[in-house]
């Protein structure tokens, strides 16, 4: 099975408008060149729309960093999936752990943004992770498999190949600390598993598993040679079009 290989950029609480039009530019202007690889970039959400008409007719495809699961009511602040697919916006990412930290995003909401997203045709990148307590104390099995059964559970087997799944150590997130290859694998391999579990093997071997933690041109391509690793949710690295072009060029090699 071959899994088309996916690199989003996460831009967080970054660009202004005139760097998020320039950036996007020069990402746009090379996009087509990596036609095997799938590529997005998460802007600040009152950006959006000014990202969208910069990439009007490219390959680099746009993600919101995050969404609420309901369509409309008072809910202030909040943003729903129609209003990102109103703006060809085709991703978004829910449950990454900064919003888990820090806005008390709970793994019940996360399931509850993953099937809006699918209920809307976004593709949700639903992101799970450990943190280094929990990896030393030996509950990474328990910690991750708290987080994916709500996902799971939101998901009916014949659109599950439309879900992507990020596995971000919180250790490894923006520290400059990669998770090895090897420790990637392991954990997307038990990921697809319990993917096989919940919606068979034929599914499970469809659906795409990103890594992120401080992935950058210099570790990328050592990280998507893993069989399981078919992407990358970068951060740091993505900021700026040079270094998320170099990964996008090592998925390239590989696909
Ligand atoms: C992220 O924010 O999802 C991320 C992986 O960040 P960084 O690449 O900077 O570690």
């Not at 093997?201 to 933690?213: I, P, S, T």
């Amino acid at each position: 099975m071959t899994r088309k290989p996916f690199i989003c950029g996460n831009w967080k609480l970054n660009h202004g408008l005139v760097e998020t039009q320039a950036v996007l530019r020069a990402m746009a202007a090379e996009a087509s060149t990596y036609s095997s690889v799938e590529l997005a970039i998460a802007p600040v959400t009152p950006l959006l729309a000014a990202a969208a008409q910069v990439l009007q007719g490219s390959a680099l495809g746009l993600a919101a960093q995050n969404v609420h699961h309901q369509d409309k009511g008072a809910f202030t602040g909040e943003w729903a999936c129609h209003h990102l697919s109103e703006l060809n916006v085709g991703y978004a990412i829910v449950g990454h752990s900064e919003r888990r930290q820090y806005f008390g995003e709970t793994s019940a909401a996360v399931g509850q943004k993953v099937r809006a997203c699918l209920d809307n045709n976004l593709v949700p990148i639903a992101c799970i992770g450990e943190s280094l307590q929990e990896r030393e104390a030996g509950q990474i099995w328990d910690v991750l498999k708290n987080q994916m059964d709500p996902i799971t559970a939101a998901v009916q087997p014949d659109e599950a190949h439309r879900l992507v799944v990020a596995y971000e150590p919180v250790w490894a997130i923006g520290t400059g600390k990669t998770a090895s290859a090897a420790q990637a694998q392991e954990v997307h391999a038990q990921l697809r598993s319990w993917l096989a579990g919940a919606f068979g093997e034929d599914v499970a071997e469809r659906v795409r598993l990103q890594y992120g933690g401080s992935v950058k041109p210099s570790n990328a391509l050592e990280l998507l040679s893993e069989k399981d690793v078919d992407g990358a949710l970068v951060g740091g690295a993505s900021l700026q079009a040079d270094t998320f072009l170099g990964i996008a060029a090592a998925a390239f090699e590989l696909a």
